[in-house]
């Protein structure tokens, strides 16, 4: 069974950065989808970006694609060796507090497993 | 605005058959597969359907997917108190490079 959980601050400051990871059990990071996805207070989801493992020796790596609207602020990387990956969200605004979703995709689309979410609030 | 269109609320009793609907155009629905995703109040989404109509093992045949063009249909039979929850449409938008959302209907049974 497949298991993913976020950890990180449940609060930043404006223009500070954002570090989220997500723990992944019960499956090898080497293979699928790795997705991050955030949910504003009553609001609907937004999907962030996902990296995949790109087969290189480093084993903190891998091939992403980021949503366009927040292409210019958010890394998201893979790290093979520790079965996690991770989000990064600079210049942070009260605009980005919500929750915030790992999730795995299978390369159809789908996104089976999801983790807990993590609620992040942008306040001084 | 999100670039796939569903109704933001539907409702039904208990017994009877919703289809929520889901718009996009031929960059998204057209071109790629839909995914449906059930959010119980205070939880995390569950996947539906992937590949458009494929069901995981674990989700009652009740629920079933179908897309005709650039519009896909989630549809949910049988209705029950605990299908009352906020349903979400996804896909691939190759123009946009980037998996979009439908902004979500809550269903209330």
């Known amino acids: 069974q497949v298991q993913l959980q976020e950890s990180g601050p449940g609060l930043v400051k404006p223009s500070e950065t954002l570090s989220l990871t997500c723990a992944v059990s019960?499956?090898?990071?080497?293979?699928?989808?790795w997705t991050w996805i955030r949910q504003s207070p009553g609001k609907g989801l937004e999907w962030i970006g996902l990296?995949?493992?790109?087969?290189?020796?480093?084993?903190?790596?891998?091939?992403?694609k980021y949503n366009p609207s927040l292409k210019t602020r958010v890394t998201i990387s893979l790290d093979t060796s520790k079965r996690q990956f991770s989000l990064k969200l600079r210049s942070m605004t009260a605009a980005d507090t919500a929750v915030y979703f790992c999730?795995?995709?299978?390369?159809?689309?789908?996104?089976?497993?999801w983790g807990r979410g993590t609620l992040v609030t942008v306040s001084a | 605005q999100s670039v796939l269109t569903q109704p933001p609320s539907l409702s039904a009793a208990p017994g009877q058959k919703v289809t929520i609907s889901c718009s996009g155009s031929?960059?998204?629905?057209?071109?790629?597969?839909v995914s449906w995703y059930q959010q119980l109040p205070g939880t995390s989404p569950r996947l539906l359907i992937s590949?458009?109509?494929n069901r995981p093992s674990e989700i009652p045949d009740r629920f079933s997917g179908a897309k005709s063009g650039t519009s896909a249909t989630l549809a949910i039979t049988g209705l029950q108190a605990g299908d009352e929850a906020d349903y979400y449409c996804?896909?691939?938008?190759?123009?946009?490079?980037?998996?979009?959302f439908g902004g979500g209907t809550k269903l209330t049974v």
């Open positions: 999730a795995r995709d299978r390369g159809d689309g789908g996104l089976d497993s």
């Open positions: 019960g499956a090898s990071v080497a293979f699928d989808y």
């Open positions: 990296v995949s493992d790109n087969g290189s020796s480093n084993s903190d790596s891998g091939s992403t």
């Open positions: 031929f960059s998204n629905i057209g071109n790629s597969y």
């Open positions: 590949e458009t109509n």
């Open positions: 996804a896909t691939w938008d190759g123009s946009l490079a980037s998996m979009v």
